[in-house]
């Protein structure tokens, strides 16, 4: 079996890990961006909550309706510092599953380039011995002639 034909079945697993690989990026990505919107959301949110406590409170509230708000809008700081810690993990997890992908690739890559010079060189043994075959064809031929 040729050089070629043995790393063949090699560079197919190489492709496959950095495919999964680049599957697995995408997943990473997918979830990072989806943690960011979900914060967006809690910014967004907690920002109306304070503007409707300033709106209320030119108009007046009483102690217990600010202590409410206050119990609220801590509670919502907590999630946004909890979302923006699950965001900031997400995104450690996103960058390297990014390097193991591109190892993955430049790997492959690699033994792409390895089976390429391997089926070059085949190419060029086989090139060889048809070569040398149609040599020992004509000489056979010409010594038959001269006989």
Same mark, same amino acid.
């Given at each position: ?17 950095? +495919? ?40 007046g ?7 409410d ?17 699950n965001? +900031? ?33 085949d ?11 149609? +040599?020992?064809h ?10």
């Amino acid at each position: 079996m040729s050089s070629y034909k043995r790393m063949q079945p090699v560079a197919e697993a190489a492709q496959q890990q950095a +495919d999964a690989a680049a599957k697995s990026v995408a997943e990473c990505n997918r979830i990072v961006m989806a943690m960011r919107l979900q914060l967006d959301e809690l910014l967004g949110y907690r920002d109306d909550y304070a503007n409707g406590l300033r709106q209320k409170g030119h108009k007046g509230v009483n102690a217990s309706q600010m202590k409410d708000y206050s119990v609220f809008l801590e509670r919502l700081n907590k999630a946004i510092g909890q979302q923006q810690e699950n965001l +900031d993990n997400a995104g450690a997890r996103f960058a390297a599953s990014k390097r193991v992908w591109i190892e993955k690739q430049q790997r492959a890559k690699a033994i792409d380039s390895v089976v390429s010079r391997y089926q070059q060189a085949d190419r060029r043994e086989q090139s060889r011995r048809e070569q040398q075959e149609g +040599d020992e064809h004509a000489r056979r031929l010409t010594c038959r002639q001269e006989s």
